[in-house]
């Protein structure tokens, strides 16, 4: 299975560690096509911002669903959601409960997505077992 995995960068980059132990666990059932989000290194390139939109696109196209960390609000993180439901990419959500601010309407009234709420990592990762077991 290829996933793309979606997480805050410029939006704000506080839950890079979430990220990563989600991506390491993902591994389990295949390909994580975007590993970069969940390394605390991560910094601009040389990388033009249209390569960067062109390359994560065309991995987008290829993934077989979208699980993305959605509890810092990213621009870029949104955008992708709606990519993958053009798409028609399976696609989770996950929303940790100790944000303070609610999750945007746009993610968690869309029938068309799954949108989780979740406390502790072990919550999140047996979300992540349900999803992918129905896929
Ligand atoms: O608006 P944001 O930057 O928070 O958007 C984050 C989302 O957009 C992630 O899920 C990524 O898939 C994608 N994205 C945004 N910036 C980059 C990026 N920057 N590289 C790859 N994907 C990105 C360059 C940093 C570095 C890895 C060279």
Known sequence: MKIYFAGSIRGGRDDWKLYAQMIDYLKKYGVVLTEFVGISSISETNLSDAKIYERDMALLQGADVLIAE??????GVGYEIGKAEEFNKPILCL????TEKRLSAMIAGNTKLK????ST???AL???DEFVSTR
């Open 70 to 75: 959605v509890s810092t609000p990213s621009l």
């Open 95 to 98: 929303y940790r409960k100790t």
């Open 115 to 118: 949108s989780e709420y979740y």
């Open 121 to 123: 990592i072990e919550e």
């Open 126 to 128: 047996q979300l992540i």
